[in-house]
């Protein structure tokens, strides 16, 4: 499975996957500078800045710098069992994310980056980061990246949909 997610989160370029454009990489709290009041921010160090999805970003952001109580349903105070699908909190931020980018200039159109492929895309990626957490250290949210995962894995309709990818991703190259 870790193999499959790094391939369909490989680059395929905007004219296949419309939603792809550049990424940071490493987005982390620790690489971000906000304003006082909260509504501006900047990013630096690039070093790992390239084409892909957004949500690899998130993957990243949400592990390392997301407070764990903002991802669970709410009134929950932690999680509940070692597989967990997808809780209110995660689902709302999602949500508001990907419509900050259907609605920014130059982003997907709604039908070019349909809800069900942006989770799928959103769940691939944390598959990814689990993997590479899991060789280079793990940080952050684990114990939830970890839940999240295992509840993924587990999914015969994300096994299904992460087959189909791959051969659609085939018949472009």
Known sequence: PAEAAARVLAPRGPHVRPAESLIHGDVKSENLFASASGDRVAFYDFQYVGLGLGVCDLAKLFTCSVPMHLLLAEGSDGLDGDSVPMGEGEKALLQRYREKLLSSPGGAAEDAYPWDDFVRHWETALVDWCRFQASWGFWGNTEWLEARVRFILA?????????????????HT
Do not use: I, M, N, P
Request: charge should be neutral; avoid cysteine.
């Open 155 to 171: 999914d015969d309709s994300w096994r299904r949909w992460v087959k189909q990818d791959l051969l659609e991703a085939g018949k």
